[in-house]
C-alpha cells in the first residue's frame, strides 16, 4: 500500500455554536459604579439625603404633587443649564442666558399681540430673536476677541436694559386665554407635564450631539485644547459662533415657557438670577470650568438637586433668602472640589 493509501483522514468535527453572550452578567458592581460616574454618584448620594431631611420634616414634601411640581418648576432653569454645559466643554461661559430668555418672553408676548392672538408666531419671533442674541455674543467674543466671561457679563446688563426698553419696564400681552399657550404652561403627555418633555427633549439632542457626533467631539477639543483643535483643522470660530447661537435658542426656548407659565412676557422678574442657577447646575454636575469636560447626564442630576433643595427650603418655612445663600454655597463647593480633583496648585499657597 503506498503512503497516500496509509493516510487517515480526520474525522469531522462538529462545533456546537457559542451561546449568546450574556450582557447582563458583565455588569458587576464595579462597571456599574463605572458606568455612573462616582461625580454622579456622589450627587445621587446628596440627592438621597436632601430627600430624606425634608421628608421627615414635613410629610408632604413626598407627596406626588409635590415631587411633580419640582420637576415642573426645574425646567426653565434645567433648559439654561443644560445649553450651559455646551458651552462651557466648548471652553467658554455665557453669563447673559437669563437676559435672553427675558427678551424672548417679552417678544413672544408683544408677537402674540401684534398677530392678534397668533401663538405660532409668537413663538417663532421669540426663537428668531434667540438665534440674533446668541450671534451678538459669539461675533463679539469672536471678532471682538473679548474674554467669553466679559463679553456676555456686558450682554446680561444689555439685554436686560433691551427687555425693559420694548416692554417699558412691565409684564406685556395676556396669552392665558390661547389653548397653545396654555398647554406649553399645563398641558400634559402620557401624564408628564409639557415643560417637563421640552427639557427632556433638548437633553437627550444636546447628549446625542455632544455624544455620538463629530460636532460632539470637536467641542470636547476645542474645549481641551484650542491650540490642538485648531491645528487639527477644527473652524474654532465657526464652532463658538454656533454653540453661543444654540445657548440663544434654548434660551429663548426658556422664555416662551416663562410666558405661557406666567401668563405674560416678563422682561426681568421671571429670568432674574437663573444664569446663576445654570452655572451652578453644570459645575455641580461635572463641568470643568475651564472646557473639555462634562456631561449632560450630570447636569440634569445637579438640576433635579437644586429643585429639590429650593423646595424643601420651602416646604419647611425657611427664608427664601436662604436659598441665594445655598446656591452660592454650592458653586463654591463644585468649584473647590474640581480645583482638588484637577491637583493644580491653589493660588497663593506654595508648591
Request: with cysteine; charged share 10%.
Amino acid at each position: 500500500m503506498t503512503e497516500q493509501q496509509l493516510e487517515v483522514q480526520p474525522a469531522a468535527v462538529t462545533v456546537a455554536p457559542s451561546p449568546p453572550p450574556n450582557r447582563f452578567a458583565a455588569l458587576t458592581p464595579r462597571r456599574v459604579l463605572h458606568a455612573i460616574g462616582p461625580g454622579n454618584l456622589s450627587l445621587i448620594g446628596a440627592l438621597a439625603v436632601i430627600v430624606a431631611i425634608f421628608g421627615s420634616l414635613n410629610d408632604g414634601y413626598l407627596d406626588p404633587k409635590n415631587l411633580a411640581g419640582i420637576g415642573d418648576a426645574v425646567t426653565v432653569f434645567g433648559l439654561l443649564a443644560v445649553v450651559q454645559t455646551v458651552v462651557i466643554i466648548c471652553g467658554a461661559l455665557d453669563i447673559s442666558v437669563g437676559s435672553q430668555a427675558g427678551v424672548a418672553s417679552v417678544i413672544s408676548a408683544m408677537a402674540f399681540t401684534a398677530t392678534s392672538g397668533n401663538a405660532v408666531l409668537g413663538v417663532l419671533a421669540a426663537i428668531g430673536v434667540g438665534v440674533l442674541l446668541g450671534a451678538v455674543n459669539g461675533l463679539i467674543i469672536v471678532y471682538g476677541r473679548v474674554n467669553p466671561v466679559i463679553a456676555t457679563l456686558a450682554t446680561l446688563a444689555a439685554y436686560k436694559g433691551l427687555a425693559q426698553l420694548i416692554s417699558g419696564g412691565k409684564a406685556q400681552g395676556f396669552v392665558l386665554d390661547n389653548d397653545v399657550f396654555i398647554f406649553l404652561a399645563r398641558g400634559k403627555i402620557a401624564g408628564l407635564p409639557v415643560p417637563v418633555l421640552i427639557l427632556a427633549i433638548v437633553a437627550l439632542s444636546v447628549h446625542v450631539l455632544l455624544k455620538y457626533t463629530d460636532i460632539g467631539r470637536n467641542i470636547y477639543a476645542i474645549g481641551g485644547n484650542d491650540t490642538a483643535a485648531r491645528l487639527s483643522g477644527i473652524n474654532i470660530n465657526k464652532y463658538l459662533i454656533a454653540v453661543f447661537v444654540l445657548a440663544g435658542v434654548v434660551a429663548a426656548i426658556a422664555g416662551i415657557i416663562l410666558t405661557a407659565r406666567t401668563g405674560s412676557g416678563q422682561p426681568v422678574s421671571g429670568s432674574e438670577g437663573l444664569e446663576l442657577k445654570a452655572i451652578t447646575a453644570a459645575a455641580l454636575g461635572g463641568c470643568a470650568l475651564k472646557g473639555g469636560k462634562g456631561t449632560v447626564g450630570g447636569t440634569l442630576l445637579a438640576v433635579v438637586l437644586l429643585g429639590a433643595l429650593d423646595n424643601g427650603l420651602n416646604v419647611v418655612g425657611v427664608n427664601t433668602f436662604w436659598q441665594n445663600v445655598a446656591q452660592g454655597a454650592l458653586l463654591v463647593a463644585a468649584v473647590v472640589i474640581q480645583q482638588r480633583r484637577s491637583g493644580e496648585r491653589a493660588v497663593g499657597l506654595p508648591t
